[in-house]
């Protein structure tokens, strides 16, 4: 998998065992290299995702990680979460599953006899629909952002079909003995990774290529 930016002379190469780090020094061309990726790579922006060299669309594609304190996950992949947990409550706690669904109707029964007008309800009840009322979601709201950030990444492999992580300014976040373990663990689940930066201060970890376009617009590669 590559990426192609305008202002590099060759695409950067992204695979699961070493991540990629672009530290952009030029502020000009950093925010525009920003709005560019929030706005997911529209046509012309001069970000072109590729594979096989076949061009990627960036939705569906590529995930943009900008702000490690407030990571969530959208409706679809709640979805299917709560499909795994279904089937998992029908396979592993039957018993419990079936015990419940009719406890939860005996009650709206009941309900229905004492309250002054009939009202309708589902006959059965859709675990999904249990699922959702108790708000049950992975839960990455832990002091631990380095493992916040893993389970993450976790998460979105296995309920979605990422190929790269961006991540915005992650050496800045982590410290370099964290940012080693969380490349190995990466690299051990088989993602690839490029990383964001504005400035060029930080050790290379042995996980990674450094890119680097300084403020002249000067390209520097360090392997």
Known sequence: MMVSFDFLSDPIELSPGKASSLYIENQKLYRNTIINLYAECPKNCGVVFSEKYEPLNFKGNICFVSDFCRLDFSSSIIKKLYEDFTMYACDFMLEQTTALKA???????????????DFSFKEELELA???????????????????????FVKFMKKYTSFKCFIFLNLHSFLTPDELEIFLNEVAY????????????CFNNSSKEVVYIIDEDLCEIVEK
Do not use: H, Y
Not at 103 to 117: A, P, T
Not at 189 to 200: D, F
């Open 103 to 117: 406890e939860v109707l005996k009650f709206l029964e009941k309900l229905n006899e004492g309250f002054d007008f």
């Open 129 to 151: 629909d249990l699922f959702k009322i108790q708000c049950l979601k992975p839960k990455l709201g832990n002091e631990d952002i380095p493992e916040n950030i893993l389970d």
């Open 189 to 200: 689940l088989n993602v690839c990774v490029l990383m964001l930066e504005n400035k060029k």
